[in-house]
């Protein structure tokens, strides 16, 4: 009896010691659940906080523009492709900076208007990088440029194909992006009629600018847009003329103050009046300008002399300006010299601070949060 008590307690001692092991290993193994699950967690969470930037590629297309904004929310939106030519240069250039930035597609690709250095590299990045939809102001309306003609051909026979959305846009639209707001402030030669909210004030700087005479090119056609990322205004309108510009900020101003002013027809001076500078006194301009295109001696000085001005960033040190009107060596991407195709790199935050990577020098400049 006894022994076979000793039995039982020590067959029981068993299945109690087995029990015990089964748990232990059930409860180390849902421990280990636990953990990788807490892991992949503790993981996600420092790769998802660059997310929250709205990040901005000033892609050096040699005095073109192609200006590529990626959101939080991963939407991109490509404003211009470039030039045509140079087996897919600038196209190449567009997609390294997708690629950089983490995206393999481009949902919206922008053409402010139908020059060569807008609409050119469209056929070639289409080639490279799959794209959404196409955002434009409608019709060519400078058919007797050949090439502009050309190049609105060759983006109709892209369309044509039946891949692509094609939105196009009017005053007062908004973008259906997720992660910023995107509205239209010109569009096929119409500009804002009605203030944007917080806007509306008179604009001392008419005063002193003439109204020029009206440019009859694609140039005033251009699409222009306005971004706002949180607290951040951002604005981009294309190679839109100064004749637009009086109609959009005089007499009064109709788009209040910006930070982040993408320069105006890579800063030739048929753009860029002070009645637009001075009055959106944006805290950082960046101009889009080539060596020996764009980047006025008389429109840089505009941009410095604008009241709220911290940075006057330029993507080629511009030869027709010379030492005295370019902003200072560390605010240019591409100095005198061979092609380098150095990028500008904006990461915006939305409290309103941001900072400017300049991919040459690869050192950046913080800007505070605070209009
Ligand atoms: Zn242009």
Known sequence: MTASMTTESQFRLGVFALR????????AALGLVAFVAFDSVAFAQPAASPLKSLQIYFVDVEGGQATLFVTPAGQSLLIDTGWPGNNGRDADRIVAAAHNSGINKIDFVLITHYHDDHVGGAPQLAERIPIGAFIDHGE???TTDEATQKRWLAYQQLLSSGKYKRIIVKPGDTLPIKGISAEIISSDGAVLQKPLPGAGQPNPACASSPQPPADKTENPRSLGTLITFG???????GD????KE???MCPVDKIGHVDIYIASHHGFNQSGSASLVHAIAPRVA???????????????????????LAALWQLH???EAGTAHNAAPEFIANPSGPDAANYLKLTANPDGSFSVFNSRSKQSQQYSAGR
């Open 20 to 27: 015990a092991f089964t748990l232990a290993v059930l409860y």
């Open 140 to 142: 060519n309306r400078e």
């Open 231 to 237: 607290e951040l205004r951002i604005l981009d309108l």
């Open 240 to 243: 839109l003329t100064a004749d």
């Open 246 to 248: 009086r109609e959009l």
């Open 286 to 308: 960046i101009v889009d300008n080539g060596a020996t295109k764009g980047g006025s001696p008389s429109a840089l000085d505009i941009i410095k002399s604008s009241p709220n």
């Open 317 to 319: 040190f511009s030869e």
